[in-house]
Nanobody, 120 residues
């Protein structure tokens, strides 16, 4: 029900844009966000946006570099990642759940992961 895309390999300082598309109307009344996971470490919340009022939230380490937005299509969300750092390397997962969607326990739906690799 959630399809994530846009990952890839980029040099440090570069940019990538991730997209998450929902099949159906599951974005209604939920928050949509992104989590990421490095192998061997716990998955961590990155950013989320509320479907009701458009409020956006970011973890401290990505503030000023990442921007989450709703797409022109109601069922699409984008994560623009600029000034990427090697420590941003991870598998990124799109998620839908209860706002503000800062914790995994709030997630109702997961998308498949998309790998982001930032080389030094």
């Amino acid at each position: 029900q959630l399809q994530a895309s846009g990952g890839g390999l980029v040099q440090a300082g570069g940019s990538l844009r991730l997209s998450c598309t929902a099949i159906g109307s599951i974005f209604d009344d939920y928050a949509i966000g992104w989590f990421r996971q490095v192998q061997g470490r716990e998955r961590e919340w990155v950013s989320s946006i509320s479907s009701t009022d458009g409020s956006t939230y970011y973890r401290d380490s990505v503030k000023g570099r990442f921007t989450i937005t709703r797409g022109n299509a109601k069922n699409t969300v984008h994560l623009q990642m600029n000034s990427l750092k090697p420590e941003d390397t991870a598998v990124y997962y799109c998620a839908v759940g209860l706002p503000p969607l800062h914790r995994e326990i709030a997630v109702e739906y997961w998308g498949q992961g998309t790998l982001v690799t930032v080389s030094a």
